[in-house]
Structures are given as C-alpha cells and as structure tokens.
C-alpha cells in the first residue's frame, strides 16, 4: 500500500528498492543490508577499491546495462529485487528525466553506518546520483537514486529532521526486543517522562520489509508518530518488520499475513501489558496502510488485550482493485508507461482467478498463492464492526494509493456505530506529510513530516478512551 505493490515502487517511484517476496504490498525503503551474522567474511574494502566499484557501477548504467548491475545484487537484494524489476524502475527514471549524458567520479561518504558510494549522473534533463553500499565481497547491500536538487549528498537517515511538535525533553527512546526465537525483533519504547501509567500505541507498518521508522524516501512516518505522540503523554511502541530482519528466511517459507504482520503485532501487545509504565486497559493498535487493511484482525487476535483501533489509510477492497486504480493513475500522470504496469495488471487478473483446491506454484504480485488465499474472505470493515472496538478512521485527500473510496468502505460498514470516528485531512498525502496538488511518488524524495494536526487528533482521542478496571 505504500504503493501497494513492490512492483509499483521499482516502476514508478525515484528510487528503486529491494522489497520482500512476502510482502506484496511494498513500500518504496531503502534497500535492507543483509543482517550481520551473514555479511562475508573478510576485511573491510578499502576507500580505493570501494570508489572502483562504485565507478564499475556507473559505467554499466551510463551503458544502460540493468541486467549487468542486477548481477552484482548481495542475496539479501537480488531475492526481493530480481533484474527485470529493477530494469523497470530504471527505466522509469529514464522516462521522466532523460537518458544519462554522462557519469561523475564516485565518492566516498560517511553514512554514520557505514560507508556509502556516490555516483552523480547527469540525466537529460536533471541531475540525479546513486547511492550504493557494498559489502566485502563487492557485492550491492544497497542501492538508491534520488534528484541532487531535491535532497543533500547523504543518505536518506542524515535527511530527516525532527518536527516542531516533537519535545524531546517530555519523553525517551527505549531499546526494546520483542516476540519469540526464531522470530525476535528489535524496536524502540517512546515513554513519556513521569511515572505513569500511559496509554500506549502498537505502530503496525504499512507493507513492505520496513524499518522501524517506517522509513520511505526522506520520510520517517512512524518516528514522527512515535515521537510526537510521547511529546504527548502517550507511549508508542515500534520495531523493525519480521520481512526486514527475516526477510530471506521468509521468503522460503509459505508466508500469510498471520506470519507477516498479525503474530508480531500481537507479541508487541504483549509486551506493553508486560510494563508497569503501560495503562495495559489502554493499549492501542494504529496500523497504516497495510498495518490499517489488518488493524481489526489484529485486534481480534489480541482479543480483549486491545482498547482501540486507529486506521491510517487502510484500504477496505480487494488488493487487486487498488493494483489497477494505481497502476492507472501512475500511467496517467506520466509516472508510469502501459508497458511497465502491463505485468502487474496480468498478475492481479490471476490473483482475482486463484482456485484455492488448486494453488499455483511461485508468487503472483511478490507472495505466495496462499497468501492471496487468505485475504480473498477477509473484510476489514466487516471485522472493525464485528470487534466493536472504538475505532479512529484517519484519510489523506492527496492519497492515491487508499482513497475516498476506502474511506467509504469503512464509514458504509461503521454507519451507526457510535464507537467510530472519522476525519480527513485535505493536504495530507497517503503517507500523511502535506503537499499541494496532485500526489506523486517523487515527493517522497523530499524532507518532510507528518502533520502536526494528525499527531493531535490521534493524542486527543487515544487519551480520551476510559481507563479499565
């Protein structure tokens, strides 16, 4: 949701990225290093050899040979990023800017994790750079183009900044470990000075091998939320994605969302009612996008652990519809040719047509055939109205990944129920960072936050909700 698909981040977003093959709904992140204990052996390369490799790199996209620079992919890209999708999202980038003229020198800067190649290259019409990291056997960890006119010579971490409404004096960052081996994950308790307790929030990713920040582009969504929430006296729990951490492991095993999504989340609840700082009768599940699609069903699963539920920008029809509302969208605002959508289109007409006696081999949209199978009788609405949980129903007017439509799905589904709200917000994209005019994967690129005013409707309704007994 945060495109959607994987497929459409690679076609039509700036930059390219590595998403995984269980997450069909993929946000456009950066690519996702491969975890410590499997980095090669072996010293560090060195400045030298680092900066030949980044000038190798630039010499096979100056020739527009994709395939050649797909072969240098580490594993833990070349599983979730195969060559032809990466073919796409280069040529997306060509289609807006123009063919490369010509490519700089590579350079060499500090990341503040590590070191990370820069490679500029004059487009027809813009310059542009990439971002590559390599590991010890010259391998890509990490590759990434951005405009040089819309973000500084450093990688999308050194770009965010803190909102206005963040006071880092009224909370602190806790380093946490969640969930069960072999799945544990590392994540962040925002806790709000005093001593409690505070009601808390659970921040369920949208789709994709997310960290977590929910990190996309120069955007970190789910730190501003974090933090802008604890400004407010209400603690925030996030963490990296199992995707992320497990993502190769993951991609070999017959993912649904229950392993994805649902089984983390619910571990997260857990852990909160585990804190003597956490009110455990507030605790609340805020999802966004793919996070909001599943919101009810987690909460179903974490039955009477959970007090309320906030959907950002959740979808309520089948994935396949958005996949064609986007992909149309895309193409029509230039971001995308008929050619480069034409392969999503086929897979979600297949997806549309799955029988479930007889499951196809391989992945349609990156995931499984059960994945799809597992979704095709879930309603999320139907789910929220089931579960009768105070339910918070947040859209974006600029958002063209869930729209007015889904919006509509959820109030047709809640008519009546007092324990539903809704609001919109007219500026804000489906990432909730205001902007003007129509929404494109490019802003993304730009630095930015969530808005203030959502910040405050999510703070005021979550510490509105009754304290149990």
């Not at 090669?40 to 980044?54: A, F, H, Q, V």
Request: a neutral charge; aromatic letters at 6%.
């Amino acid at each position: 949701m945060t495109a959607v698909l994987a497929v459409l981040a690679a076609v039509a977003l700036a930059s390219p990225q590595a998403q995984s093959p269980s997450s069909p709904l993929a946000h456009p992140a950066t690519n996702p290093a491969a975890p410590a204990n499997q980095e090669p052996p072996g010293p560090p390369p060195s400045r030298e050899t680092l900066l030949k490799w980044g000038n190798e790199i630039g010499a096979l996209l100056l020739k527009g040979d994709t395939d050649a620079v797909a072969e240098r992919f580490a594993p833990s890209v070349a599983t979730v990023l195969p060559g032809w999708r990466f073919g796409q999202g280069w040529h997306g980038i060509e289609d807006r800017n123009g063919r490369i003229r010509s490519v700089g020198d590579a350079e060499l800067k500090d990341s503040g994790k590590g070191p990370v190649v820069m490679i500029p290259l004059q487009m027809e019409r813009n310059e542009w750079r990439a971002m590559l990291a390599f590991d010890a056997l010259g391998r890509i960890t990490t590759i990434r183009f951005a405009p040089t006119t819309l973000a500084p010579a450093l990688p999308l971490s050194a770009e965010w900044r803190a909102p206005a409404y963040v006071n880092a004096k009224k909370f602190r960052d806790v380093d946490v470990r969640l969930g069960f081996a072999p799945w544990v994950l590392v994540g962040a308790l925002s806790l709000p000075a005093g001593k409690g307790p505070f009601p808390a929030v659970v921040l369920v990713h949208g789709s994709g091998p997310n960290d977590q920040d929910e990190t996309v582009g120069a955007l970190k969504p789910f730190r501003d939320l974090a933090w802008g929430l604890a400004s407010q006296g209400v603690a925030v729990l996030r963490y990296e994605k199992r995707t992320r951490t497990y993502g190769e492991k993951m991609a070999k095993l017959p993912v649904t969302v229950k392993e994805e999504v649902i089984d983390d989340a619910v571990a997260a609840i857990d852990f909160l009612r585990d804190n003597e700082a956490i009110d455990r009768t507030r605790i609340v599940v805020l999802g966004h996008s793919l996070g909001g699609y599943l919101a009810p069903r987690i909460a179903d699963a974490a039955r009477g652990k959970v007090a309320g539920v906030v959907v950002m920008a959740g979808p309520t029809r089948p994935i396949p519809d958005l996949v064609e509302e986007q992909t149309a969208y895309l193409v029509a605002a230039g971001a995308a040719s008929e050619e480069m959508v034409a392969p999503l289109r086929a897979e979600a007409r297949k997806i549309r047509e799955l029988d479930p006696k007889k499951p196809p081999e391989g992945n349609l949209l990156n995931a499984p055939a059960v994945y799809w199978i597992d979704l095709a009788s879930y309603d999320p609405a139907a789910k929220a109205r089931a579960n009768g949980l105070p339910i918070l129903v947040l859209q974006g007017e600029r958002d063209y990944m869930v729209t007015a439509k889904d919006l509509e799905g959820w109030k047709k589904a809640l008519d009546g129920a007092a324990f539903a709200k809704f609001q919109t917000f007219p500026e804000a994209n489906h990432l909730f960072v205001n902007g003007q005019g129509k929404s494109l994967p490019s802003e993304n690129q730009m630095a930015g936050n969530v808005g203030g005013q959502v910040v405050d409707v999510i703070a005021a309704w979550v510490k509105a909700l009754p304290p149990g007994k």
